[in-house]
C-alpha cells in the first residue's frame, strides 16, 4: 500500500514538474536572442589582447553572443538573456561610438577575477584564462582604454 501511495505521489510531482516545465516555455523573454550589429571596436592596443576579450567577455559584452542550444530553454535562456542585456549595458565592445563609462575599470575588473564570473567558465572552458593570460589580457584592456592600472607581473 505504502508503494502505491508513493508511486501516485512521484507521478503526479513528475506531472507538476512537467507541466511546470512547459508553462515555462511559453514565456516570451529569453528565448528569442538577437545580435544588434556591431557599429564599432575599440582601437584594441593589439590582436593579442582582442583575442582574449573575444575568448572571455564577447558573449555578455558584445554583440556577438553566440547563443547555444540551451539559451532557448527556460529558465536557462531567462538568465542568459538577462546576463547579456546586463552585460552589454556595463561595456560593450561592438557599439564604441557611445560611452563607455566603466571601461576604464575593465583590467582591474579582470585582475580581480571578477570577470569573467565562474558560472560562465563553467559552461565556456575557453574562457578560462591562465594566470598569464589574464595578466596580459588586463594590461591589453589597461593600455586600450588608456587606464594607468598596475599589474603586478608574477
Known amino acids: 500500500m505504502r508503494a502505491r501511495t508513493f508511486v501516485k505521489g512521484f507521478a503526479v510531482a513528475v506531472a507538476v514538474g512537467v507541466a511546470t516545465f512547459g508553462t515555462m516555455q ?9 545580435n544588434p550589429v556591431v557599429v564599432q571596436e575599440p582601437a584594441w592596443d593589439s590582436p593579442r589582447t582582442r583575442e582574449l576579450a573575444k575568448r572571455a567577455c564577447f558573449d555578455c559584452h558584445s554583440n556577438e553572443t553566440k547563443w547555444p542550444g540551451y539559451s532557448k530553454v527556460a529558465p536557462m535562456s531567462w538568465a542568459l538573456q538577462r546576463d547579456v542585456e546586463m552585460g552589454r549595458t556595463v561595456i560593450n565592445f561592438s557599439e564604441w561610438d557611445r560611452p563607455q563609462e566603466l571601461a576604464n575599470e575593465a583590467g ?18 575557453e574562457a ?16 586600450t582604454f588608456g587606464t594607468a592600472h598596475t599589474v603586478a607581473t608574477r
Do not use: I
Open 26 to 34: 511559453a514565456v516570451p523573454y529569453g528565448g528569442r536572442h538577437s
Open 108 to 125: 582591474a575588473t579582470v585582475l580581480r577575477r571578477e570577470m569573467p564570473p565562474r558560472s560562465y567558465k563553467m559552461m565556456h572552458p
Open 128 to 143: 578560462r584564462l591562465s594566470d598569464a593570460e589574464t595578466e596580459e589580457l588586463a594590461r591589453g584592456l589597461d593600455a
